[in-house]
């Protein structure tokens, strides 16, 4: 009898996934349209999971006898989605705490100036913090993280979405994480300042790496180089161990950016680009890597209500109604080259990912919409949100597509993913399984005063 259950699948509905116990590390998703990796489509296959891996994908695929098996009739498994620049899970440094007075403005201590590249994003880390929980519920199971801070807050991390603080980390010092942020108050407080002052700390560091490795070939006689903790986190990016991360929203950003990559000759990832449609010749020419930020402008509804006094202020500030409307269609030419931005990379053969620091997580499925609208194909969006930026991120080995021997990442939803009416149900993160609850919407009194008892 003992035997006759040992072999006996064990078989859940859809509903009862979540409330039941883990039994068993191995699940088998039955009846399913898998989409391994962009152009890569089965019908009515079966994935198995085993030990957090993907053992087997495909029709007539054999069912482990331990394995939960996942009814997944209707259902489109997608590979787990990747994020290329975010602070999902990152605490935030306390704003109460007071600032002393810098001694010397012109030569201020680098916490002061907001240089503090030595410091690691894991330090920072919160598993239970709610945002992991809100992203995950989207299909995203991996994310390059960075800390708070100014021009450079210190270095980056690539996550998954599951597990302690440390089980969470998949590549620690993934990159050096900069922003043309200036200082307030002390110099470099100019973005002059701040593009002269990473060029004075980048050939500091290369000269002390220089000094430190003849020190250590021979002792004798030289003198000893000390330590510098600021210099010292170059050293990855000197040695091209390591890129910088740059968040580059404007055009003038990533224009400053490649000219100190140029200028130094380090490897970059441009993250958060909004507006690089006029730069791709020489992004593309850089061979820097990019992720596109998924924050678009405000889309204006067909039949949006006009704000009578929003109006008068608008008139008040642009009296001429041909000056009005030409302002108004700069704004839409505007817009609609932002949201095609996605569109000219893919065009241009500039592979791209995608990130989400400014971007509210009730939009991203909708600008995600957006794009394919303005003529993205979904197979090209799909890249964007796994096999691009694995490669980029130097993960595609164990992440980024649906494979026997990858991390069983999967995202599982009701309807394709890019439908409008498209809800995940599921999601497995390093082969565990997650549940999406859906959102809890209130009745208004009135509803609830109709509804009979």
Known sequence: MLALFTHTFLVVSAQDVRILPAVSRSYAITQVTVIQGPGRKVEGATVVIKDGLITAVGKGVAIPSDAIQVKGDSLYVYPGFIDGLSRTGVNKPREDVPKEKPKDPGNPLPESAGITPYQDVRSFLNPLDKSIEEWRALGFTVIQVVPYGGMLPGSA????????????????????YAELTTA???YPNTILGLLAKWKELYRQAQQAKSYATLYASNHTGV?????????????????KKAPVLFKAEKNLDVQRILSLKNQLGFNVLLAEVKEGWDLIPSI??????????LELPEEKKEKEKIDKEKLKDDQAIVPDSLERKALEKRKADFTALYVAQALAFQNAGVPFGFSSLSV???DVQPNLR??????LKEDDVLAALTTNPAKALGISDRVGSIDPGKIANLVISRKPYFDEKAKVKYVFVEGKLYKVEPAVVEKTDAEKKSEKP
């Open 223 to 239: 003198e000893s180089p000390g330590t510098d903790r600021v210099l010292e986190a170059f050293y990855p990016v000197i040695d």
């Open 360 to 362: 509210k997580i009730k």
């Open 184 to 186: 307030e108050r002390v």
């Open 157 to 176: 991390a690539v996550i998954s979405l599951t597990g302690t603080a440390d089980k969470m980390v998949m590549v620690p010092g993934a990159a050096l």
């Open 284 to 293: 593309k020419a850089s061979g820097a890597s990019v992720f596109l930020s």
């Open 370 to 375: 957006r794009i394919i609208k303005a003529g």
